[in-house]
């Protein structure tokens, strides 16, 4: 089902992430504090503008708040947008799945769901392809050294084995990996390359990194650790950098992007 994740052909990749409460986009720190941003699809439009490749929308409140996943801002989006997006929040059952699809989505992500139905990972590969999910993990070091798998916008912890959890993902089916340490959001400090490292040249999925950007240097140590895309937030919702900026310091440092035409 897998193909080597470092083929010649692939490049990485620039995500905006925008996490959406009650319809706003919103950024914290720690996955509390937030603060809105924006409309989505106004920061939407503005980041294909400058060269994103991908968009994220995760509807933060849903797991927690059990509110419907707003298709509507899905509908809007895909009308407005040329570059794929995923989207998650919410996700419970294939009926949700298919809804997803059918507004617009490129891409389902699934976390907390994914914990509680994993087998909802392999009914998506097969019925979309493994292309079409994406499972995020939340992994926050505790203050003991242990990596723990949390849950439900990033509130309760699991008791699922962090390095277990990767592999089941894998074998499941699940066609990328998105990647958050929970310790390093919203804090500036960079990626945990630490646990980047881990995903050599042979993972056999594609990995997001998020959790920590501040600046272009950044994205270039998460991508030379092993990640195939990065992802953020803050710096470009509060535009310190634009994903223009991020590419062509990342074009300077030898790492292949793809450029607006």
């Not at 089902?1 to 052909?9: A, C, E, P, T």
């Not at 899905?74 to 949700?96: E, W, Y």
């Not at 998506?124 to 050294?145: L, M, P």
Request: hydrophobic content about 45%; glycine content about 8%; some cysteine.
């Amino acid at each position: 089902m897998f193909v080597n994740k470092h083929n010649s052909d692939l490049t990485a990749r620039i995500i905006p992430c925008l996490d959406v409460a009650a319809g706003r986009v919103v950024k914290g720190t720690n996955f509390k504090q937030l603060v809105d941003m924006g409309d989505p699809v106004t920061l939407a439009k503005k980041y294909e503008r400058q060269g994103a490749d991908e968009l994220v929308f995760l509807d933060i409140k849903a797991s927690v708040d059990k509110q419907p996943s707003a298709l509507a801002m899905v509908r809007d989006v895909a009308m407005n947008l040329s570059i794929p997006f995923a989207v998650g929040g919410g996700i419970k059952t294939m009926d949700d799945v298919h809804r997803f699809f059918h507004a617009g989505a490129d891409k389902v992500t699934l976390n907390t769901m994914a914990v509680a139905q994993p087998e909802l990972i392999n009914q998506i590969a097969t019925q979309y392809g493994s292309q079409s999910i994406v499972v995020a993990i939340d992994v926050n070091r505790e203050a003991n050294g242990d990596l723990a798998v949390y849950t439900h916008g990033g509130s309760q912890r699991s008791a699922l084995d962090y390095r277990l959890w990767l592999q089941e993902v894998v074998d499941r089916g699940a066609g990328e990996i998105l990647l958050t340490a929970m310790h390093k959001d919203g804090t500036g400090s960079g990626f945990d390359c630490d646990l980047l490292a881990d995903f050599g040249p042979d993972y056999p999925i594609q990995v997001i990194a998020s959790g920590g950007a501040n600046k272009p240097e950044d994205f270039y140590d998460a991508i030379k650790a092993g990640a195939d895309a990065v992802l953020a937030a803050g710096i470009f919702h509060r535009d310190e950098y634009t994903v223009a900026d991020i590419k062509e310091y990342l074009i300077i440092k030898n790492i292949h992007m793809r450029t607006i035409l």
